[in-house]
């Protein structure tokens, strides 16, 4: 009779003065509880109306970037759309059952509130890990959107790197600038200790080519997290360490 493996999960709060948020993140799927109420997160709703932007709506509410299914549980809301469209998509293929809010200071821009939120999913990332024993390691994927395809290469390594080469076309992509989808990514890597290679291979349409590269990022992780209980405990490196 097989093992029941453990669900790794993880719970991150990262408050700056620029910056609110709490993240839930499981690997494996399957439910998670809300999000705690917190000084930042108050189950009041009243002060929202305040320099962190448009109002949050409940947990229980229904949204662009929310799941409720057996297998996965998500809801993310950072305040800027196209991003809680990309990390739903991250989530979804991932596996993932993921809740993410954020408050950030969008009466600037995007960079505080685009760069935390991918650290913090990161470090949770990092933490539901765990001891990294007994995994694949490595993951690649292509993942196609109509005429963009997009291809990663991941390393749960625990040493961060990245290298992107993604050219879009425009400036923005809804609310989210496009030079942010690149120091985002490689914010998650440094924060996640992962070696991380992505490229867009073609597209002409941002939208389709962000997706396309959030997608395949989702399929290498979701390669590289299997475990394989014949090398339960074991460190998947030469030097016997990672």
């Known amino acids: 009779m097989a093992t029941q493996l453990a669900v790794r999960t ?23 509880d809300p999000l705690p109420d917190s000084e930042h997160f108050p189950t009041s709703t009243a002060s929202n109306a305040s320099f962190y932007a448009a109002p949050m709506p409940e947990q229980t509410e229904e949204t662009h970037a929310s799941q ?3 297998s996965q549980q998500i809801w993310i809301w950072t305040g800027i759309g196209f991003l809680d469209h990309m990390l739903h998509a991250l989530s979804k293929h991932a596996g993932w059952s993921l809740r993410l809010r954020s408050r950030g200071d969008l009466a600037i821009d995007d ?7 991918m650290l913090a ?32 290469v991941i390393d749960l390594s625990n040493r961060p790197f990245f290298v992107g080469i993604m050219p879009f076309n425009d400036a923005k992509i809804g609310q989210l600038s496009t030079q942010m989808i690149h120091h985002g990514l490689q914010s998650f ?5 992962v070696t991380l290679h992505m490229d867009l291979i073609r597209g002409d349409n941002d939208h389709h080519s962000a997706e ?11 390669s590289a997290c299997q475990r394989d209980e014949k090398k339960e405990g074991e460190v998947i490196s030469t030097k016997g360490v990672l």
Do not use: C, M
């Open 189 to 193: 890597s440094q924060a996640a200790g």
């Open 111 to 117: 960079h505080h509130t685009a760069e935390d939120t």
């Open 68 to 70: 409720d299914s057996p």
């Open 10 to 32: 993880a719970f991150i709060e990262r408050n700056t003065k620029e910056t609110k948020l709490q993240v839930s993140l499981s690997l494996d799927g399957g439910p998670l």
């Open 212 to 222: 396309s590269l959030f997608k395949a990022l989702a399929v290498a992780i979701k």
């Open 121 to 152: 999913l990161g470090a949770a990332f990092s933490k539901a890990l765990g001891s990294r024993t007994g995994l694949a390691r490595f993951g690649f994927a292509y993942a196609p959107l109509d005429e963009a395809l997009a291809r990663a």
